[in-house]
């Protein structure tokens, strides 16, 4: 490091700073005044030498036998595990949720660790009959290449290692661009993976904003990208990704559900509207956004969520007894105010909220009242767009047909929720709700890392991160034929008489 506040990229095993010497600050969004550094503002020759680096070292890093990588992850999630209080005060510091929540966000990052860890010793193929005799069939896994990983900054520990740890465990190498809103969090896990022991040049780090992350996308040796962020910014990738022949992850917005049946045990979905609204802020993709409850309890499960949300403590997040952060930034708090007004217009009530949160230590930073919006139908603005804050839109039916269909009526699909007690009503959820994720009695945040992740419609691309689905993205299947029958076999002819 060059020093306290001056923080490098990191290519081929080097720490160095951008060719062009320009840098950005990054601050801390619950007291302004807190610089937390300033990071290089990399270029495409930046990003030029971290894709010459990956390519390099590709070329012994996939003759490392799998398992071999994998123990190289267990030491990156012991290595997580050793810091995990330090990586969360400095996550909570620079992207604002409290602590409690960036120390789970540490915890997924080792989890995904040691879950790529175990798959260094089950990257399956598969082993088939041939047609003919004396021949065999089978796949074979083989890495890509070098991969582009393109990221938010509300997970910025997290969803990284989501893309960085199957692609490294499958043998391909990386250039990593976190968010420029997160770059000390990302720069952060790359020093455990530095201290881990992972090779030179597997993992590159090019700190930058959007044209940074246009230059790796444009490259021509890049051969894969995962990005997280937005619908837009994920819509024009996959384009310029297409004409290049790029394999291409997309992890898009969100607006999710949360039915409640008038059978539902009610404490039990206030506890999780209030986690899944308002937890992290509202800034998760999975955030519930939408709360679709059944008329008879629609009154009183209002009244308690409001209640509940009333006592929520707003924060920084390092101070104890802080439930939410600020917003990320001013651009974000614009954003969020704006919908106010956009509920107002289409007829909505602000039943809780509706402000910015000030006085009391918050004005220094991008605070935002927890918000409840009633009378709300599918047909506004609010019920169909993402706001990424902490703001809850109650929508009111009369039947669970009704539910799921308001359920399935937006662009979007990755997370949704049921509370019922009713077992059917739980089935027909997890056949009929448009979502890559449905959860019966729980909020619609809280992924576990060893299972699939992602969404439908406009929230992603068909692809999963998480389980082992995403070991299908990192890898290409090889069709191996071996005939040992010592003469030529040809296929659909010689194996049939007429
Ligand atoms: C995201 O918001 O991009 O399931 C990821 C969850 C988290 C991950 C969210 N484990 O809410």
């Known amino acids: ?58 070329e012994t890093w996939r003759l490392v036998p799998a398992p071999k990588r994998g123990e190289i992850l267990k030491r990156v999630g012991d290595l997580l595990t050793e810091r995990k209080n330090e990586i969360a005060f400095e996550m909570t510091r620079e992207m604002g949720k409290p602590h409690f929540e ?79 809103d997160a770059p000390h969090s990302g720069m952060l896990l790359v020093k455990v993976m530095e201290d881990a022991g992972v090779p030179p ?30 619908s837009e910014t994920g819509a024009a990738l996959a384009q310029q990704a297409a004409a290049d022949h790029k394999r291409v992850s997309l992890e898009m917005g969100g607006k999710n559900p949360a039915i409640v049946m008038e059978d539902a045990d009610l404490d039990l979905a206030m506890e999780g509207l209030i986690w899944g609204a308002y937890g992290t802020t509202g800034q998760r993709c999975t955030a519930t956004s939408r709360l679709i409850v059944h008329e008879d309890v629609h009154d009183e499960l209002v009244e308690r969520v409001i209640a509940k949300a009333k006592e ?7 101070d104890a007894g802080v439930d939410v952060g600020p917003l990320i930034n001013q651009k974000a708090l614009d954003k969020v105010a704006g919908y106010m007004d956009v509920a107002r217009e289409d007829g909505a009530s602000i039943a809780l909220g509706g402000a910015a949160a000030t006085g009391d230590g918050l004005d220094d930073g991008f605070f935002f009242q927890p918000t409840l919006f009633t009378n709300v139908t599918r047909d506004m603005r ?46 027909q959820a997890l056949r009929d709700i448009d979502a ?49 029958s010592g003469g030529l076999q040809r296929a659909q002819i010689d194996n049939y008489d007429d």
């Open 1 to 58: 490091m060059a020093d306290d506040t001056t923080f490098q990229n990191y290519i081929g095993g080097q720490w160095v700073d951008a060719q062009s010497g320009e840098t950005f600050e990054s601050r801390n969004p619950a007291r302004t005044s807190d610089l937390v550094g300033h990071f290089p503002l990399s270029g495409g020759a930046d990003v030029e030498a971290a894709v010459a680096a990956a390519k390099a070292a590709f």
């Open 312 to 318: 929520l403590r707003l924060g920084y997040g390092n």
């Open 102 to 180: 960036t120390k789970g966000d540490v915890q997924e990052a080792i989890d995904t660790a040691y879950y790529a860890m175990t798959m260094g010793r089950q990257l399956f193929g598969h082993t088939v009959p041939s047609e003919m005799n004396n021949k065999f069939n089978m796949t074979v896994r083989r890495p890509i290449g070098v991969c582009g990983l393109i990221t938010a900054w509300n997970f910025p520990v997290a969803v990284p290692t989501w893309k960085m740890f199957p692609a490294i465990l499958s043998g391909n190498t990386v250039v990593f661009k976190p968010s420029e």
């Open 382 to 427: 609010v019920a169909r767009e993402e706001i990424f804050g902490p703001v809850l839109s109650v929508i009111k039916v009369s039947s669970f047909d009704e539910a799921i269909d308001v359920a399935n009526d937006v662009k979007y699909g990755l997370s949704s929720a049921v509370y019922t007690r009713d077992i059917a009503r739980a089935f």
């Open 201 to 230: 040049g597997v993992v590159n780090l090019v700190q930058g904003a959007g044209a940074t992350g246009q230059a790796i996308v444009e490259h021509d040796d890049v051969a894969a990208i995962s990005f997280t962020g937005s």
């Open 436 to 484: 890559g994720i449905t959860y019966i009695n729980g909020p619609t945040i809280g992924a576990e890392a060893h299972m699939s992740f992602g969404g439908v419609k406009a929230t992603g691309n068909g692809h999963r991160e998480g389980g082992w689905e995403v070991y299908d993205f990192y890898t290409e299947t090889k069709t191996c034929y071996i005939d040992f």
